[in-house]
């Protein structure tokens, strides 16, 4: 089905739901989230108002599976309609995907990993609480994984500790970068299993929502970042904080599993900066014609070092897309190596190519165009942010592409 306007992941043949869903995005980021997001970025506060709308939309549960009363976006359409809203704010689309992760990981995703007769069943009794909230109440997960140590990376434990109690967890810990924080509803914790033992081990990761009203959990921090200031991503301590057993998101264990499983999963920061680098992009044609809305007619075309700037843009927002399209559509449990190592390439590509991009557009547009009143400026900050996202780095991801390339699962030198 074709649209009246050229996505950020660019024409392609896209079903009719993808085609609705893309265009509720993009007419709500043109409308309603565009115009706003000078006010959060000024601010570094949550975009609440934008998602009172994806609320209203349905789109709080683009990924909640059909039987459940979600949309059952799968986890290609979910990059896509991602995407166009990062082309209109980076905030929201970067929030809004800590949001969908937590009903990917409990719904599309947990069906595809492993799972004992008995973890399933668990799941299976525990999984249409958290939908419910979703569907019916419009409540927001956040995602805060984040603790400054090497947890994140994904190369240790996780320091938030839960203890299991009757009933229920007693959570201990603190988590740095929890974009939505005092604005979720649910904080999804990835936390590990306290037994006593002082050997925390990764295979007991718990993945655990708290409510936002919990006993014993506390925002602190001050929040004043160079860029996606609308996250809110402050500090989360966590002190004695008891949840119920059917607050787990996952089975004891499963968490583990399905992001070694599942590794496409950290791909899912990407669309956010595919979106911001689609913004750029647009602004500098824009501009280039002289029809950016308020400001004086001046033409800048003209000039062929300009044309060569847009050329250059396109080509590498181009390479982005056809990676990022490709990598969306391989997505799936246990990749190859060649599948893997193309995931790595596309969320590198996209997180550097959205700050390159970003960054020509200002060289190429000039120094009117980085005044805080156009969008640019804020752009080229948000840009930046993509490449430090936890555990795919820029450098994290250079580092595993040159290790995985030389040497083999198990290979050593002596
Ligand atoms: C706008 C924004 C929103 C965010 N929202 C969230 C969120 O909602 N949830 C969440 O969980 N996190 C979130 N994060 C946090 C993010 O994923 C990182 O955890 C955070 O940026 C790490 O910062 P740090 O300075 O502590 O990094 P450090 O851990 O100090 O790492 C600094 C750099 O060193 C490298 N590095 C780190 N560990 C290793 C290692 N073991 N080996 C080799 N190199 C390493 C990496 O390249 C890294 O960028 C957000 C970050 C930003 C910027």
């Given at each position: 089905?074709?649209?009246?306007?050229?996505?950020a992941?660019?024409?392609?043949?896209?079903?009719?739901?993808?085609?609705?869903?893309?265009?509720?995005?993009h007419?709500?980021?043109?409308?309603?989230?565009?115009?706003?997001?000078?006010?959060?970025?000024?601010?570094?506060?949550?975009?609440?108002?934008?998602?009172?709308?994806?609320?209203?939309?349905?789109?709080?549960?683009?990924?909640?599976?059909?039987?459940?009363?979600?949309?059952?976006?799968?986890f290609?359409?979910?990059?896509?309609?991602?995407?166009?809203?990062?082309?209109?704010?980076?905030?929201?689309?970067?929030?809004?995907?800590?949001?969908?992760?937590s009903?990917?990981?409990?719904?599309?995703?947990?069906?595809?990993?492993?799972?004992?007769?008995?973890?399933?069943?668990?799941?299976?009794?525990?999984?249409?609480?958290?939908?419910?909230?979703?569907?019916?109440?419009?409540?927001?997960?956040?995602?805060?994984?984040?603790?400054?140590?090497?947890?994140?990376?994904?190369?240790?434990?996780?320091?938030?500790?839960?203890?299991?109690?009757?009933?229920?967890?007693?959570?201990?810990?603190?988590?740095?970068?929890?974009?939505l924080?005092?604005?979720?509803?649910?904080?999804?914790?990835?936390?590990?299993?306290?037994?006593?033992?002082?050997?925390?081990?990764?295979?007991?990761?718990?993945?655990?929502?708290?409510?936002?009203?919990?006993?014993?959990?506390?925002?602190?921090?001050?929040w004043?970042?160079?860029?996606?200031?609308?996250?809110?991503?402050?500090?989360?301590?966590?002190?004695?904080?008891?949840?119920?057993?059917?607050?787990?998101?996952?089975?004891?264990?499963?968490?583990?599993?399905?992001?070694?499983?599942?590794?496409?999963?950290?791909?899912?920061?990407?669309?956010?900066?595919?979106?911001?680098?689609?913004?750029?992009?647009?602004?500098?044609?824009?501009?280039?014609?002289?029809?950016?809305?308020?400001?004086?007619?001046?033409?800048?075309?003209?000039?062929?070092?300009?044309?060569?700037?847009?050329?250059?843009?396109?080509?590498?927002?181009?390479?982005?897309?056809?990676?990022?399209?490709?990598?969306?559509?391989?997505?799936?449990?246990?990749?190859?190596?060649?599948?893997?190592m193309?995931?790595?390439?596309?969320h590198?590509?996209?997180?550097?190519?959205?700050?390159?991009?970003?960054?020509?557009?200002?060289?190429?547009?000039?120094?009117?165009?980085?005044?805080?009143d156009?969008?640019?400026?804020?752009?080229?900050?948000?840009?930046?942010?993509?490449?430090?996202?936890?555990?795919?780095t820029?450098?994290?991801?250079?580092?595993?592409?040159?290790?995985?390339?030389?040497?083999?699962?198990?290979?050593?030198?002596?």
């Open positions: 089905m074709s649209l009246d306007f050229i996505p992941v660019g024409e392609a043949d896209f079903s009719d739901a993808q085609a609705r869903l893309l265009t509720l995005a007419r709500l980021g043109k409308e309603r989230f565009a115009p706003r997001a000078a006010q959060w970025d000024r601010e570094a506060s949550f975009p609440f108002a934008n998602y009172d709308d994806l609320r209203e939309a349905g789109l709080l549960a683009l990924c909640v599976p059909r039987k459940f009363g979600g949309e059952g976006a799968d290609a359409t979910y990059c896509m309609v991602g995407a166009e809203i990062g082309r209109f704010c980076g905030a929201t689309a970067l929030t809004y995907n800590m949001h969908i992760c009903t990917l990981w409990t719904g599309t995703l947990s069906d595809g990993v492993a799972m004992s007769e008995v973890q399933r069943a668990e799941h299976e009794a525990r999984r249409p609480l958290h939908f419910r909230r979703v569907v019916e109440q419009g409540a927001v997960y956040a995602q805060p994984f984040s603790e400054g140590s090497a947890a994140a990376a994904g190369k240790a434990p996780f320091g938030t500790t839960a203890r299991k109690v009757d009933g229920g967890w007693v959570l201990n810990g603190r988590k740095i970068f929890a974009s924080s005092g604005a979720a509803d649910y904080y999804g914790i990835l936390c590990t299993e306290d037994k006593g033992d002082q050997h925390p081990d990764m295979r007991d990761t718990l993945y655990i929502a708290v409510p936002g009203d919990a006993e014993g959990l506390t925002v602190t921090g001050d004043d970042p160079m860029g996606m200031r609308g996250t809110v991503s402050r500090t989360l301590l966590l002190r004695e904080v008891f949840v119920p057993d059917d607050e787990q998101l996952m089975p004891r264990g499963v968490y583990y599993k399905a992001a070694q499983t599942w590794p496409a999963m950290f791909f899912t920061l990407s669309p956010t900066y595919l979106g911001v680098a689609q913004a750029a992009y647009d602004f500098t044609v824009q501009y280039l014609r002289g029809e950016v809305p308020g400001q004086p007619p001046v033409k800048r075309r003209m000039y062929p070092t300009k044309q060569i700037a847009v050329a250059q843009m396109r080509i590498q927002l181009e390479s982005m897309r056809a990676l990022f399209w490709r990598a969306i559509h391989e997505a799936g449990p246990n990749p190859s190596k060649d599948q893997r193309r995931l790595y390439v596309a590198y590509a996209v997180m550097e190519g959205a700050n390159d991009i970003a960054r020509l557009a200002i060289r190429t547009c000039g120094g009117q165009s980085m005044l805080k156009l969008p640019l400026e804020r752009l080229y900050r948000d840009s930046r942010c993509g490449a430090l996202m936890l555990p795919w820029a450098e994290l991801i250079l580092d595993r592409m040159g290790r995985e390339t030389l040497y083999e699962p198990g290979e050593r030198d002596e």
